[in-house]
């Protein structure tokens, strides 16, 4: 069971928003990072979101994060079918001393 | 552009060592700010990472798996490695490497090779 909770899925109609909470505590989200990787299925994960809120070259605007104590956040807006995919959250644990992920949130497009 | 791609056995016996190399193109592993690392995925479920390493040579463990890995760098070949003894049908998974940017997020990954577990 991971130190970071994630929704198991969440759902909406093309066009519209979502957004995926990661929850964690002081030890991890409280005082590092938080970063969200997306994989779509039968591939690699990719980076979305690093340093809570920033996006790697050639993600599009429509992917965002933000952070506020000890929880991430991911909002994607103007959803497509090819959202659909699991998304982690990850970050350090300064506890465990391990970098650790979410268990994943799968996003379904109505 | 870089890229990552991992190789090695796709069947290991149960009780033997893993071994899996990732070559690193298109940048220098020496590259300073990077770590290089190992993240595994059983199939169907979440992401687990396995450590990190410095071109260096200074490497970091997820404490779960610290007693059984060890990973490795070898600069002149631009690549850096991964060994898990003593496997079980646990060690069962798609494993990925990955750049460990200030080792706080994986800014590009392997496309990942998965390896079983069975006799």
């Known amino acids: 069971q991971s130190v970071l909770t994630q929704p198991p899925s969440v759902s909406a109609a093309p066009g519209q928003r979502v957004t995926i909470s990661c929850s964690g505590s002081s030890s991890n989200i409280g005082n590092n990072y938080v970063s969200w990787y997306q994989q779509l299925p039968g591939t690699a994960p990719e980076l979305l979101i690093y340093e809570n809120n920033k996006r790697p070259s050639g993600i599009p605007d429509r992917f965002s994060g933000s952070k506020s104590g000890t929880s991430g956040t991911l909002g994607i807006t103007g959803l497509q079918t090819g959202d659909e995919a699991d998304y982690y959250c990850g970050t350090w644990d300064s506890s465990l001393s391990a970098y650790v992920f979410g268990a994943g949130t799968k996003v379904t497009v109505l | ?119």
């Open chain 2, 1 to 119: 552009q870089l890229q990552l791609q991992e190789s090695g056995p796709g069947l290991v016996r149960p009780s033997e060592t893993l071994s899996l190399t990732c070559t690193v193109s298109g940048d220098s592993i020496s590259t300073t700010s990077y770590y290089w690392g190992w993240v595994r995925q059983p199939p169907g479920t979440g992401l687990e990472w396995i450590g990190s390493i410095f071109y260096s040579g200074s490497p970091f463990y997820n404490p779960s798996l610290k007693s059984r890995v060890t990973i490795s760098v070898d600069t002149s070949k631009n690549q850096f490695s991964l060994k898990v003894r003593s496997v079980t049908a646990a060690d069962t998974t798609v494993y990925y490497c990955a750049r460990h940017r200030n080792a706080g997020w994986f800014d590009t990954w392997g496309q990942g090779t998965l390896v079983t577990v069975s006799s």
